[in-house]
T-cell receptor, first 114, second 114 residues
Framework: EPEVTQTPSHQVTQMGQEVILRCVPI?????FYWYRQILGQKVEFLVS????????KSEIFDDQFSVERPDGSNFTLKIRSTKLEDSAMYFC????????????FGPGTRLTVL | GNSVTQMEGPVTLSEEAFLTINCTYT??????LFWYVQYPGEGLQLLLK?????DKGSNKGFEATYRKETTSFHLEKGSVQVSDSAVYFC?????????????FGKGTMLLVSP
C-alpha cells in the first residue's frame, strides 16, 4: 500500500543552523501539508501546498520557514535558522483531492534543537 | 475560529472494557470530523470520519457519531484490546476558499492492560 515517507526520522541540530526535512508524498497525490507537534501539545497546521505554491499557511509559518517541491517527488520543509522552540515532531501529509478526502500522514521527523 | 477539545488522558482500561473518548468542537462553517490514531513510533492514521450531521463513522470496532446539536464526535469501542493502546486525536476540517486543513485536539493516550 502506498505510504508517505519522511527522512530523517530524527534530526539533531544546533540553534541557528538550517535544517531541511524531507518527505516523499504518495505519488498520485496533489496536495501536500506540513504539521508539527511540540511535545505534549496538539498537532498544529503549518502549511499546505498545491500546484507548486503555498495555498495556505498558519501564523507559525513565518519567514524562517519555506517549502519546496524540487523534483516532482520530494516535498521539503526548510527552517532557515532554527530556534529552541522549533523542537518538535514534524509530520508531512498528502491528499489526492482537496475537500474532505483523507490526508495520509508520514511517520514524522523528530527535530531536536540544542 | 476552529478548535477541538478532547478529554485529557491517559485513559487506562483493562482488556475487553468499554471505551469512550469525548470530543467536542467549535467551527466556522460546516466541518467534517475525524479520528486519527497514532501507534507508538508511527505516524497518524485515519481511524474514521464523518462528513455530515448524524453520520456514523466506524472502523476496527470503533465508532463515532457526528452530533451537530451537541457539537460532539465521541469515540467509542465496545471491547478494547491491548493492541488498541495508542494516542487518539479528534480533528476537524472546514473548507476555506477551496482549501481545507485539519485542526486537531491535544490527543488522548489510551493504555489497555491484559
Amino acid at each position: 500500500e502506498p505510504e508517505v515517507t519522511q527522512t530523517p526520522s530524527h534530526q539533531v541540530t544546533q540553534m541557528g543552523q538550517e535544517v531541511i526535512l524531507r518527505c516523499v508524498p504518495i505519488s498520485n497525490h496533489l496536495y501536500f501539508y506540513w504539521y508539527r507537534q511540540i511535545l505534549g501539545q496538539k498537532v498544529e497546521f503549518l502549511v499546505s501546498f498545491y500546484n507548486n505554491e503555498i495555498s495556505e499557511k498558519s501564523e507559525i509559518f513565518d519567514d524562517q520557514f519555506s517549502v519546496e517541491r524540487p523534483d516532482g517527488s520530494n516535498f521539503t520543509l526548510k527552517i532557515r535558522s532554527t530556534k529552541l522552540e522549533d523542537s518538535a515532531m514534524y509530520f508531512c501529509a498528502s491528499c489526492r483531492d482537496e475537500g474532505y478526502n483523507e490526508q495520509f500522514f508520514g511517520p514524522g521527523t523528530r527535530l531536536t534543537v540544542l | 475560529g476552529n478548535s477541538v477539545t478532547q478529554m485529557e488522558g491517559p485513559v487506562t482500561l483493562s482488556e475487553e472494557a468499554f471505551l469512550t473518548i469525548n470530543c467536542t468542537y467549535t467551527a466556522t462553517g460546516y466541518p467534517s470530523l475525524f479520528w486519527y490514531v497514532q501507534y507508538p513510533g508511527e505516524g497518524l492514521q485515519l481511524l474514521l470520519k464523518a462528513t455530515k450531521a448524524d453520520d456514523k463513522g466506524s472502523n476496527k470496532g470503533f465508532e463515532a457519531t457526528y452530533r451537530k446539536e451537541t457539537t460532539s464526535f465521541h469515540l467509542e469501542k465496545g471491547s478494547v484490546q491491548v493492541s488498541d493502546s495508542a494516542v487518539y486525536f479528534c480533528a476537524l476540517s472546514v473548507m476555506n476558499s477551496g482549501y481545507s486543513t485539519l485542526t486537531f485536539g491535544k490527543g488522548t493516550m489510551l493504555l489497555v492492560s491484559p
